[in-house]
């Protein structure tokens, strides 16, 4: 049961992380392109992405250290 959280915690970070890796290529591809209008767009969902994945890593290792 423990190490099925694991990956489910695992996955659910590669996916954020992914999200957050096209988000950054959006903002790039959107500063060089001369369209500022998704810069900030992109920012802010990004910044969420980053948020829920220290959540989520944060929690998960909260709850791995307390079953010892």
């Known amino acids: 049961q423990r190490m099925t ?3 489910t915690v695992l996955t659910c970070l ?3 992380i992914l999200i957050q890796f ?3 290529m959006v ?3 959107a ?3 001369g369209r500022p209008g998704l810069l ?3 920012l802010a ?3 969420l992405c980053f948020a829920g ?3 989520l890593a944060g929690n998960a290792v909260s709850r791995g250290a307390g079953q010892r």
């Open 5 to 7: 959280m694991i990956h």
């Open 14 to 16: 590669v996916f954020l």
């Open 22 to 24: 096209l988000l950054l």
């Open 27 to 29: 903002a790039v591809d």
């Open 31 to 33: 500063f060089l392109g």
């Open 40 to 42: 900030a767009p992109s």
């Open 45 to 47: 969902v990004s910044g």
């Open 53 to 55: 994945a220290c959540w």
